[in-house]
DNA sequence: CTGTTAGCGCTTTCAA
DNA sequence: TTGAAAGCGCTAACAG
């Protein structure tokens, strides 16, 4: 690998010039720079990252921690992150915890060598712990609010009451909720948004406690939501709503005719289940841009004060929900 | 953040001591080495990896290129390569090159510069331009074999024998193929393993031209399959598989009863589709975690001449195919 | 066994 | 506009 030297030797100035050059902070001749950058491109110099990183203090890459990269709920996010760090010539990191909170702390104290800031989404953590890592001024939260700590917020609350809305139009007086992992943030936003819009519609709310938001959680469900006589489900998201109802399926339910039933995500791509799922959508791709953005403003200013945006939700009326009217 | 010199300065010895005291790697008294692990400790002192990286050469983590993080086909190599890095603590950069084969050569040049080594998944570039890279001493790929270059191999040739071997003691002796995309190097593998032993078993097999490797493809090539007038398909992967399977039931076609169908990842979770899945499996897990070994290895020895292997794979039999023998 | 010192490749004052 | 020189945090000779 070429080295600044090789650069400056060649073009026959100092290393100081190249580097000038090169970062085009301060002024140098346009020949020069000209000359300069013409060799540098000959010798195919790319500036050692840890090098610069070591005087300049920034590294130029962002980390992106995931409680578990095969969940399709990430996925959009990380492709926002990765769009901006892009953009940017920032190179991502990216670490699955695997769900396991232990984990999540060690990676977060690995990753903040290499990177200047990071993204943790849906981090698991207790509140203190995270506050102990002292990552507070270059790191945003997705999906999980935190005293003191930049954020975007899902908002599950506005999502989940909509959901309700849509469920109350179609006549469902009772309903069941299939609780999601008592750790998540994002749990009681949803189960308030769906009680509070419940209580006001006068729906019946039956919510069945905590489980993982996985696809086999949800057909374990089945026996249970079968016993209960509700005539719509909610799930705490798309995989349990789509193991669910594969179970129910299984065991002779109708769906939607004799049960309707909606998650959220909107994770399930196009005709992966049938009927196509009704889901929240909480617009992933963005939530993964604007979590950038606040890094990236925050790594500029590490005083400024901590900002929480929320971003809107979106229910995808599709047909697993239908009205129990005539 | 604690640098190795307030170490020094709190443990009452030179900094050199310190670093000797972490590393082990020369001798230090037993005394001073506690004493200074326990400043170390307390003081929650990380050693620097770009410094360090600078001096040593070494970073102490490696990059792995994948085509498509959403594929499930790559799940399980990731993890085996995390397992593997964990064990040896070192850090994993993960990119993304979504199928774009300029991307993955930017990134592969961009990684190298903050990783000791990489892993290349499913590489799509031509040969030429990989081995323009100069990676070869650093680089392992996976599911792709290039001359000079390191490679753990999946022997889909195998796989897709045995799945013949499968379906002809079914009875089928007219079998149809999805193939894949025509870049993929393992597609090759895959129709002359299905092709070879479908002659020598007197099998007729159609080949049906080149798709993506997604669930919409797969959906899409149900017409043209249902008018084939084969009594098994085989699926260049999983994913097509499901596709196809969910696309021909939307049209009323029993599966396996009117056609049996098999992929090729064994990617599916366990009850996400009906019939369950037959399917050859890579056994991603065991893929990763050689692809570590074999680039750690080449890490030690750069000299060493390029090692291949190939794993391989095994017939998951399962609801989607059956006999048609009376 | 331990300390001093010379860099690794780069950016950034400070002079010229 | 350019160059010399001082480090960033760390490891690795080389002395002692």
Known sequence: MATIHDVAREAGVSIATVSRSLNGRSRVSEKTRARVLEVAAALEFHPNRAARGLVTGKLGNVGVLVPDLTNPFFTPILAGI???????????????????????????????????????????????????????????????????????????????????????????????????????????????????????????????GHRQPTFAAGRESAEEVRSLDVTAVVAFDDLIAWGLITRLQELGVEIPQELSIAGFDDAIEEGMVRPALTSVSPQGTSLGIRAMDLLLDRLQRPAAPASVEMLGCIVKKRDSTRSILA
């Open 82 to 208: 990765e769009e901006v760090a892009q953009s940017r010539d920032m190179g991502v990191f990216v670490a699955d915890t695997r769900e396991d909170v232990d984990a999540e702390g060690r990676l977060i104290t690995r990753l903040s060598q290499q990177v200047d800031g990071v993204v943790l989404v849906a981090s698991r953590m207790d509140e203190e712990d995270l506050l102990d890592l002292r990552i507070k001024d270059k790191a945003v939260l997705v999906n999980r609010v935190v005293r003191g700590m930049s954020a975007v917020a899902i908002d599950a609350y506005q999502g989940m009451s909509e959901l309700v809305d849509h469920l109350g139009e179609l006549g469902h007086t009772r309903i069941a909720y299939l609780d999601g992992p008592s750790r998540s943030s994002l749990g009681r936003s949803k189960r308030l948004g769906l009680a509070d819009r419940a209580k006001e519609l006068g729906i019946d709310l039956i919510v069945l």
